[in-house]
T-cell receptor
C-alpha cells in the first residue's frame, strides 16, 4: 500500500530535550516536506526536500532541522524544543512529475512541549 | 502578502445543495499548481482536486470542480450535491514551479446541515 508513515503519532516532551520525528514514504517520491498545523493558521511549511541531499527552508524553519540522506526518509529534528513548537506536524511526499504533483500526507504527529 | 487567502472561516450548506469555497492566490511565477485538500475531524489530509496554471479547462473530480479564474487569481472549489460527510475543514494550497514551496490557506470549515 502506498503510504507516508510518521512516528511517533503522539509525543509529550519537555523543553530542551532533543527529539526526532521520523517520516518515510514507499512511493519513490522525489519531493518531501514537513508542515506544522496550528489553529487559525492553516498548514505552514517548515522544510522541504526536492531530492536526496537537497533541502530548502519553508516559511517557518526556525528551531527545526532536517536531513535527506535516503530518498524514502525525511526526519524532522528539534534540537531544543520549546513550548511554541507544540503543534500538529505533517509529513508529505509527492512526485515531481506532471500532471498532479499532489502531496500524500502522513497521519500527523501531535507534539506537546511542556 | 499572503500567498493563499481563504476569506470564509466557516460555511454552512443544506444537504444536497451546492456550495462554493473561495480561494485567491498571489504569485508572479507563471508555472504553479493549485490544490484543494479536505481535513475531516479525524485529522487526515485528503487530496480533492488539482489545477495547473497552464490548464485551459477547469478541473473536475466527481462532485468537486475548481472554478479557475486566472486573471482574478482565484481558484474556488465548488462542491455539488453536498453530503453530510462533506462536513470538514477545506484547505486551498499552491505550489510555485514544479518542485517549489507549498503554501496553504487558513482553511474554511464547512458544515452540511441535514
Amino acid at each position: 500500500e502506498a503510504q507516508v508513515t510518521q512516528n511517533p503519532r503522539y509525543l509529550i516532551t519537555v523543553t530542551g530535550k532533543k527529539l526526532t520525528v521520523t517520516c518515510s514514504q514507499n512511493m519513490n517520491h522525489e519531493y518531501m516536506s514537513w508542515y506544522r498545523q496550528d489553529p487559525g493558521l492553516g498548514l505552514r511549511q517548515i522544510y522541504y526536500s526536492m531530492n536526496v541531499e537537497v533541502t530548502d527552508k519553508g516559511d517557518v524553519p526556525e528551531g527545526y532541522k532536517v536531513s535527506r540522506k535516503e530518498k524514502r526518509n525525511f526526519p524532522l529534528i528539534l534540537e531544543s524544543p520549546s513550548p511554541n513548537q507544540t503543534s500538529l506536524y505533517f509529513c508529505a511526499s509527492s512526485s515531481d512529475r506532471a500532471p498532479y504533483n499532489e502531496q500524500f500526507f502522513g497521519p500527523g504527529t501531535r507534539l506537546t512541549v511542556l | 502578502a499572503q500567498k493563499i487567502t481563504q476569506t470564509q472561516p466557516g460555511m454552512f450548506v443544506q444537504e444536497k445543495e451546492a456550495v462554493t469555497l473561495d480561494c485567491t492566490y498571489d504569485t508572479s511565477d507563471p508555472s504553479y499548481g493549485l490544490f484543494w485538500y479536505k481535513q475531516p475531524s479525524s485529522g487526515e489530509m485528503i487530496f480533492l482536486i488539482y489545477q495547473g496554471s497552464y490548464d485551459q479547462q477547469n478541473a473536475t473530480e466527481g462532485r468537486y470542480s475548481l472554478n479557475f479564474q486566472k486573471a482574478r487569481k482565484s481558484a474556488n472549489l465548488v462542491i455539488s450535491a453536498s453530503q453530510l460527510g462533506d462536513s470538514a475543514m477545506y484547505f486551498c494550497a499552491m505550489r510555485e514551479g514544479q518542485v517549489g514551496q507549498f503554501y496553504f490557506g487558513t482553511g474554511t470549515s464547512l458544515t452540511v446541515i441535514p
